[in-house]
């Protein structure tokens, strides 16, 4: 049944402390009782249309955090330990819970940071919350941001046109653009550019982070420290989670988010959670093409139907096989296709080894580097030179936002190492973390080395399926920095990101070995000084050893069937 809808605008929701929210509410036009949906958003609720999910028979309730758009109060920033986040979220349920037409059963749903508060809101456990989708959100603000490092361009963006913004209204600061669509404007018609390249960040000027300003140069003198630690909270929580997130987007960190939830979970919290993993960007659910690549009619899902369908389980007992669904939903990429599994890792994921070798320099696709099953007989290596006021940069999507892309615009550059196996004869599956050993030295005492997995087809588009990184100052944790002695060989493990590509006959294996991704990561600055603090930049001469006692390679967490090569 579909219902009418009716909007209540900014109802006030009253916090313990006397603050007041404000809710706008969607009635379905019907006597109920009706269970309760609620998301809490920074984001302004006006920007929010929640008649859907009225429309399918539920109370649905969109709230300002505190000191957001209408709602009254002071807004702190994930940056802090504490944000009171997980009390208002109480709060907030329990008000959702006695609206009138109610019939007490709450969900909350949500991605991004709307999913970070509803963790913190989980964790103290109302009693009127039964289930909820908390998506693509990182355990660690550590996963979100990098081992060690800072994300400039996901950052500004996110600060100048959707936060900073906010901040400059409600302090009715002049000058500036009080509104996204100026923000963005202002942002994209120059300004980037500057603060993009801008050094160090810990002296940004205040316009770019306003009030959160203290916050953020406190979080840069110690990066390693994570505000965040939502796998802790998982202990408390005690509800199940439908969790929907990309290959693209933050699904590394979320993966361990969903692994956290599994282990620490309570009852139906471990038990009952769902994860889909599919082969978008953040937040882009209905997409199937993403810049040049197609994932083809089965890659988009419906967020809001399969939402739908987890709450009208939980919350009103209606069964339309969401029982009979599988604990995680994987897209293969490259099979373009989805498969159901019982968990995450694949217990059956078998070691598969690629070591790097080269006939010739392997600088470029071009160059003489290989991949292969069996270790080089001679030890070698590759040279290149990582110049960070001349980086690689990234190859992003609208508004800064990572996507699958094709690696091909990079073909020239000699500070890219390239290994790639010959063309498959059978399927190769990879699903879960690759993980790359690299022996390698440096001229200075900290750099970065970025490897990045490749699926090169035979027409030569090369699209990235996974990458990770190291900061050589935290190769033993971010606990424990320590510098390396220039010239001196050091072995580093990088794992990267979670994945599942099925490598079809006729394609190449292909890892890229580099030393910067701008502005997805920071530019190491190649010097012994504090990164987010000194401006200046060095070149470094970089090495790559393979053969010999250097057995620089690849681990890839292989999926056995048949036929494959």
């Not at 209540?8 to 006397?18: E, H, N, S, T």
């Not at 994987?330 to 373009?336: A, E, I, P, Q, T």
């Not at 980086?391 to 094709?406: E, H, K, M, N, W």
């Not at 997805?520 to 401006?535: E, G, I, L, V």
């Amino acid at each position: 049944m579909k219902y009418e809808v009716t909007v209540q605008r900014d109802l006030a929701v009253p916090m313990r402390d006397g603050v007041s929210l404000r809710a706008d509410l969607y009635r379905p036009e019907a006597e109920g009782p009706f269970p309760v949906l609620v998301q809490r958003t920074p984001y302004d609720k006006r920007r929010q249309d929640l008649r859907r999910y009225a429309e399918a028979g539920y109370l649905a309730v969109c709230v300002d955090l505190r000191g957001r758009h209408a709602s009254d109060g002071q807004w702190r920033s994930f940056l802090r330990h504490e944000t009171g986040e997980g009390e208002d979220g109480y709060d907030t349920i329990e008000w959702a819970a006695q609206l009138p037409g109610s019939n007490g059963k709450v969900g909350t749903f949500g991605g991004s940071y709307d999913a970070w508060v509803q963790w913190k809101a989980a964790a103290t456990r109302p009693p009127s919350l039964v289930a909820m989708s908390a998506q693509t959100i990182p355990a660690h603000m550590t996963d979100l941001e990098g081992p060690g490092t800072i994300r400039p361009g996901k950052r500004l963006h996110w600060w100048v046109t959707k936060m900073s913004a906010e901040l400059r209204r409600r302090a009715n600061r002049p000058g500036f653009q009080h509104r996204e669509e100026g923000e963005r404007r202002w942002l994209y018609g120059g300004e980037a550019g500057k603060w993009l390249y801008f050094l160090p960040w810990s002296e940004l000027p205040q316009n770019v982070f306003e009030d959160e300003t203290d916050a953020m140069q406190a979080w840069l003198k110690a990066p390693h420290v994570d505000p965040w630690k939502l796998d802790e909270d998982c202990r408390e929580v005690t509800v199940p989670n439908l969790d929907i997130v990309g290959w693209y987007d933050h699904a590394n960190g979320d993966l361990g988010m969903f692994r956290a939830l599994m282990r620490e979970g309570w009852g139906p919290a471990r038990e009952g959670s769902r994860l889909i993993v599919g082969p978008w960007a953040h937040g882009r659910w209905d997409g199937r093409v993403f810049g040049e690549i197609d994932f083809g009619p089965e890659a988009p899902i419906d967020a809001v139907a399969t939402e739908l369908s987890w709450f009208d389980y939980h919350l009103k007992g209606i069964d339309a096989g969401e029982s009979e669904r599988a604990r995680v939903r994987l897209f293969v990429m490259g099979d373009n296709r989805w498969r159901d599994e019982s968990q995450w890792p694949l217990e059956r994921a078998q070691e598969r080894l690629l070591y790097l070798s080269a006939n010739g320099p392997a600088n470029t696709p071009a160059g003489g580097g290989t991949l292969a099953g069996e270790p080089p007989d001679d030890q070698g290596s590759d040279h290149y030179r990582f110049d960070p006021r001349d980086p690689v940069l990234a190859l992003f999507g609208p508004d800064l936002i990572s996507i699958a892309t094709d690696q091909r615009p990079h073909a020239h550059r000699a500070d890219i190492l390239v290994y790639q196996s010959e063309p498959l004869k059978g399927r190769v599956e990879v699903t879960g973390n690759p993980v790359v050993t690299l022996f390698a030295s440096s001229s200075a005492p900290d750099t970065d080395f970025f490897a990045r997995l490749i699926d090169v087809a035979p027409d030569g588009l090369a699209r990235d399926v996974a990458t990770g990184m190291v900061r050589a100052r935290y190769r033993h944790g971010l606990d424990r920095p320590e510098l390396i002695t220039p010239g001196e060989v050091v072995e580093y493990t990088i794992r990267l990101g979670a994945t599942s590509n099925a490598f079809l006959p006729g394609h190449r294996i292909r890892l890229d070995i580099t030393s910067s991704h701008f502005p997805a990561y920071d530019r190491n600055h190649n010097t012994a000084a504090d990164q987010n603090t000194d401006a200046t930049l060095v070149t470094a001469d970089q090495v790559i050893y393979h053969g010999g006692g250097y057995l620089s390679r690849v681990s890839l967490p292989w999926i056995p069937t048949e036929g494959d090569g």
